[in-house]
């Protein structure tokens, strides 16, 4: 090396750094590559995914021929280093300390650190391109990269490590989940709020989307028959439980249509009209919301009596308030019905008390939490550990509560007040 000069062997030293560097944003870009981005990739025929996922379906060969050379590379530029501290400030003991100390901060800066940086936040833009050399480099340094893997594989034995290649990892539910909601900016609002929902599909029960006991209209058999027909009449809902005496009574489900026909024949009475039920289908108030779905769907049944586990009647169920609860409501609501509330321009909301929490939640835009009660009367109840009187004020989760109208032991109506948060703002 002493017939050439300084300068040419510095500059041979930068190009022995920049060579490091490469292969440093090769090996990071490639192992940052995003598997289930370059399937896609893959699957729409893209030439350099292609190639990447070829790449990474033999790990080894691919770390084995990038690290071979990396490590060539800095040992070649530590070496050169030496030679030029000692033609410069001579052969001394702390030349060569010199050289090290130099030779290893250029190589951090210059051959790790930063383009391992610029691997890991490009990697698809740098992967797809490198992958271009790195698969014919991998074949002409293959016989090498074979020899070093003689003295690899007993050692991966040795620790029990199972090679696999590019094999791509099951996602668990909770990764899938955060998967769907970091990628919120790339699909409209509605489709990423209709996957974040089906998540939570797992975790609530029927009891989280049925229509509570004070709320469900049913049919007494043993009330005078003008007063049934009325009901009737005027009944907003297709199919109506029918009960004798008290609501836990049910005899079954009537189906308003077939009613029509006794009318028309004018044989409208309490036998024709019990011969017309369709037996009850009863479920526990802890089903899973997608095993009920599935049951629904099997069992071709449109609605469902939600007991406890002492066999007493919780509420009802139907398809309908399972498929709102994954993509939000779509079917009109009775014009008696509370589903339709919303902020008034003073910002605040008439609730009833008896309404579900998921359901306020849902629509107001609201975090009242849903681990306790299930009704917004259960959870000023729990709050409050007493019956309160109208007019009383109380603030859960941030949110200002004015009871309204209470009657029998329960809370019949509630104003909720929009909270002074940013957070709420948006969502309302």
Avoid at 183 to 203: A, C, T, W, Y
Wanted: aromatic residues 8%.
């Amino acid at each position: 090396m002493d017939d050439i000069s300084v300068a040419w062997q510095l500059a041979l030293l930068a190009v022995l750094l920049v060579i490091s560097g490469f292969f440093s944003i090769a090996e990071t870009s490639m192992m940052a590559l995003n598997r289930y981005r370059l399937r896609a990739l893959v699957r729409l025929g893209h030439r350099g995914a292609r190639i990447a996922a070829e790449l990474l379906a033999t790990t080894d060969k691919l770390l084995g021929v990038i690290l071979l050379c990396n490590n060539l590379f800095n040992a070649a530029a530590a070496t050169l280093s030496g030679v030029i501290a000692i033609q410069l400030l001579g052969e001394e003991k702390f030349v060569l300390m010199i050289a090290t100390l130099a030779i290893t901060f250029l190589i951090l800066v210059f051959a790790e650190i930063t383009p391992k940086v610029l691997g890991a936040t490009y990697a698809e833009q740098v992967a797809l391109r490198l992958a271009y050399v790195l698969k014919p480099l991998l074949r002409v340094l293959y016989p090498l990269v074979w020899f070093v893997d003689l003295f690899v594989a007993p050692l991966l034995a040795i620790f029990r490590v199972r090679q696999r290649g590019a094999e791509v990892q099951r996602l668990t539910k909770e990764e899938l989940r955060s998967l769907v909601l970091e990628s919120g900016q790339f699909m409209p609002k509605k489709h990423h709020s209709i996957l974040v929902n089906l998540f939570d599909l797992e975790r609530i029960t029927v009891e989280d989307v049925m229509t509570p006991r004070a709320r469900i209209e049913a049919i007494d058999l043993d009330a005078p028959l003008e007063a049934i027909l009325e009901q009737l009449a005027t009944s907003y809902h297709t199919r109506i439980p029918v009960y004798r005496g008290e609501l836990d009574s049910v005899l079954g489900i009537l189906h308003l249509r077939k009613v029509l026909r006794l009318v028309q024949r004018q044989e409208f009475d309490r036998p024709a009209l019990e011969a017309l039920l369709r037996p009850p289908y009863f479920v526990p108030a802890t089903t899973p919301v997608f095993a009920q779905l599935q049951y629904f769907q099997e069992n071709r049944q449109r609605m469902a009596l939600v007991v406890d586990e002492y066999g007493e009647l919780q509420g009802l169920v139907t398809p309908e308030d399972i498929i709102e609860e994954i993509i939000g409501e779509f079917t009109s609501s009775a014009p008696a019905t509370p589903a339709q509330f919303q902020w008034d321009k003073d910002g605040s909301a008439l609730v009833e008390g008896a309404t579900h929490l998921r359901e306020i939640n849902r629509k107001l835009g609201l975090a009242l939490p849903l681990d306790g009660p299930k009704t917004l009367n259960g959870l000023i109840l729990e709050h409050l550990q007493d019956i309160p009187e109208s007019g009383v004020s109380v603030k859960i989760a941030e949110v200002p509560m004015e009871i309204v109208q209470t009657q029998d032991r329960i809370i019949k109506t509630v104003r909720l007040f929009r909270p002074r948060l940013p957070a709420f703002a948006d969502a309302a």
